[in-house]
Nanobody, 114 residues
Framework: QVQLVESGGGLVQAGGSLRLSCSAS????????MGWFRQAPGKEREFVAR????????FYTNSVKGRFTISRDNAKNTVYLQMNSLKPEDTAVYYC???????WGQGTQVTVSS
């Protein structure tokens, strides 16, 4: 069983920054491929970024490339999403997940005002 808890969301003006955190339970966190997804009102949940367990390689959806950075600290069982140059269209509930599993956090709201 894995529990994921996101934090760090909030209200920010366009052009601002936020850093989301996702803390995971479980002693095998370092072996998980982790991802961030988001869901805007009235839209389907969409992929944002992922980070592999071994090499730490990353991948981003095109709309956030160059603005968002995913990282992880295996010693703290935590994955991060640094979001810079935020835009109103980034407004959504952000979720972390263990990729390929049914483990999802409860989500954290990010609201970007214009």
């Amino acid at each position: 069983q894995v529990q994921l808890v996101e934090s760090g969301g909030g209200l920010v003006q366009a052009g601002g920054s936020l850093r989301l955190s996702c803390s995971a339970s479980g002693r095998t966190f370092s072996s998980y491929n982790m991802g961030w997804f988001r869901q805007a009102p009235g839209k389907e949940r969409e992929f944002v970024a992922r980070i592999s367990w071994g090499s730490g390689s990353t991948f981003y959806t095109n709309s956030v490339k160059g603005r968002f950075t995913i990282s992880r600290d295996n010693a703290k069982n935590t994955v991060y999403l640094q979001m810079n140059s935020l835009k109103p269209e980034d407004t959504a509930v952000y979720y972390c997940t263990v990729l390929g599993s049914d483990y999802w956090g409860q989500g954290t709201q990010v609201t970007v005002s214009s």
